[in-house]
C-alpha cells in the first residue's frame, strides 16, 4: 500500500466504485486536492454538559422539587448517611451547582438548567481548545473532523512530501489570498441550535471567547470526483478522511467555492486536449501485453477497456479487477469483459477477498455488498445460497462456509 492510500482511508479506485454505484454519479474526472484549513486556538468560558452521578441528581431533584433546604432534611428524605450527603453537597457547591444562603440550600442558575436538562453541566474558564474553519469562506468544520485517529492535517515538510510525491493521482494544494475572519468565532459563539452546536464539536456555551493569535493553515486531503447525475447534471462528490462516504460539508464548500471550479475545470479541458485518459489506458494495455485490445470510448467522454475472459485469471488481470477503474494521475479507465459468466466468477472473487479470510460480517451487511456488487458488474442479483453453490464449484471454501453460516445451512465438506 502506498503513502497516498494510508493518508486517505480508501484507495481512489474505491471512491470511483462508490461514486459510480452507490451516488448515480458516473465519474468522468478524478482530482486530489489539498484544502486550506485555519487551525485556531482560543481561550474562553466553557461550559459541558455530561451524565449525573447517581446520587447528584436525586440530590439536586431535592432541591429543585422537593422542598428540602438541608443536608438533614435530605439525608432523611432519600435514606442516606447524613456525612455522605454532606460530601456530595461540598462537590457541588465547588462546581457551581449549590448556594448556601442563611442556612438553607438552593440551586444556582446553573444547577437548576442541569437539573431541567438531566445533563450536570460544568463550567471551565480560561479553557483552550482549538477549532477548526475551512480557510475558503471560514465556515466551522463539523465534529468528524476532530477525531485524531482518522483526521490528519497536514503543515510544512508534511505538505511539500505529498506535492512532491509520485503517487497517483497527484496532489494539488488549494491556495487561499485572505486571512483568518475573526467574526466566525463570534457567529459560532452565537450558535443556539443544540444538534448544530454538538454537530460542530462545540460545547453547551462557549463565552468571552479570545484567539491566542495561533491562527495556523494547514490542509485536508481529499479526493473529488466529478461527473454526470442520472439526469445528466454535472456534479462533484468530496471524499475526505472521515470515512468511506462523500463527506457532505467539503462537498458544499467545493461546489460553492467558484475558484476552485474554474481551476479543476480548466485543468480538465487541458488534459482533454491532450487525451490523458486514452494515453494512460493504452499505456496499461501496453505494460500488460495487450497492445492488440483498443480503449473504447464511452458516451460520457470517459474510456473503457474490455477484455476477453482469457486476459482474466491466474496469469493474467486479477478476476477482481473486472469492473472497477484504473487510476493514472487524474485520469482514469474502466475495466470491463463483455462475458457474463466471467463476471459472475468475478462476483465470488470479489466476495471472497472480502469474506474468504475468515471476517465475521452479518447477514443484512453480505447481502448489501452483494447487491452492490452486482450492480457494478452488471448482473441479477443472487441469493446468498445461490452464490454458495457457486462458491463451493470453483473452490472458494472459506467463502462457502461463511455463507452456509450466513444461511443456516449445513458447512459444505
Not at 485556531?40 to 422542598?67: K, M, S
Not at 480548466?266 to 501485453?289: I, K, N, V, Y
Request: with cysteine; glycine share 8%.
Amino acid at each position: 500500500m502506498n503513502g497516498v492510500q494510508r493518508l486517505m482511508p480508501f484507495p481512489p479506485e474505491r471512491v470511483l466504485e462508490d461514486a459510480a454505484v452507490e451516488r448515480g454519479l458516473a465519474p468522468t474526472r478524478l482530482h486530489a486536492l489539498l484544502l486550506p484549513v485555519w487551525q485556531v486556538e482560543i481561550r474562553a468560558t466553557v461550559t459541558e454538559g455530561e451524565d449525573f452521578h447517581l446520587i447528584d441528581r436525586h440530590l439536586e431533584r431535592g432541591l429543585a422539587y422537593g422542598g428540602l433546604t438541608t443536608v438533614a432534611e435530605l439525608a432523611v428524605f432519600f435514606a442516606l448517611e447524613e456525612s455522605l450527603v454532606a460530601q456530595a453537597v461540598r462537590f457541588l457547591t465547588r462546581t457551581g451547582h449549590i448556594a448556601e444562603h442563611g442556612g438553607r440550600l438552593a440551586l444556582t442558575a446553573l444547577g437548576l438548567r442541569s437539573v431541567q436538562d438531566d445533563r450536570r453541566y460544568v463550567v471551565t474558564r480560561e479553557d483552550r481548545r482549538k477549532l477548526y474553519f475551512e480557510a475558503l469562506s471560514c465556515t466551522p468544520l463539523p465534529r468528524t473532523h476532530y477525531d485524531e485517529r482518522k483526521v490528519t492535517p497536514l503543515a510544512g515538510e508534511a505538505v511539500q512530501k505529498l506535492l512532491n510525491s509520485k503517487q497517483f493521482p497527484r496532489f494539488t494544494m488549494v491556495s487561499v489570498m485572505t486571512g483568518f475572519d475573526h467574526g466566525a468565532l463570534t457567529r459560532l459563539a452565537a450558535q443556539t441550535d443544540r444538534e448544530q452546536r454538538d454537530r460542530l464539536n462545540l460545547p453547551v456555551a462557549l463565552d468571552q471567547v479570545q484567539s491566542l493569535g495561533g491562527e495556523d493553515l494547514v490542509h485536508l486531503p481529499v479526493h473529488v470526483v466529478r461527473g454526470l447525475r442520472e439526469d445528466g447534471r454535472s456534479g462533484l462528490l468530496v471524499y475526505s478522511q472521515v470515512g468511506s462516504e462523500p463527506d457532505r460539508d467539503l462537498t458544499a464548500v467545493i461546489e460553492r467555492a467558484d475558484g476552485i471550479l474554474a481551476a479543476i475545470e480548466a485543468e480538465e479541458r487541458e488534459a482533454e486536449h491532450h487525451e490523458a485518459s486514452l494515453r494512460a489506458a493504452e499505456t496499461w494495455l501496453a505494460q500488460q501485453g495487450l497492445e492488440a485490445h483498443r480503449p473504447e470510448r464511452r458516451g460520457d467522454g470517459t474510456y473503457s477497456v474490455s477484455l476477453p475472459p482469457s486476459a482474466y485469471g491466474a496469469d493474467g488481470i486479477p478476476l477482481t479487477r473486472v469492473g472497477s477503474y484504473t487510476v493514472r494521475g487524474s485520469s482514469f479507465f474502466h475495466l470491463w469483459c463483455p462475458d457474463e459468466n466471467l463476471r459472475k466468477r468475478a462476483l465470488l472473487a470479489r466476495l471472497d477477498l472480502r469474506l474468504g479470510g475468515g471476517r465475521r460480517a452479518t447477514r443484512a451487511d453480505v447481502e448489501a455488498y452483494v447487491d452492490r456488487l452486482a450492480r457494478q458488474l452488471d448482473l441479477a442479483v443472487p441469493d446468498l445460497r445461490r452464490l454458495r453453490r457457486g462458491a463451493e464449484n470453483t473452490g472458494y471454501k472459506g467463502l462457502a462456509a461463511q455463507l452456509a453460516r450466513l444461511t443456516g445451512d449445513q458447512e459444505p465438506r
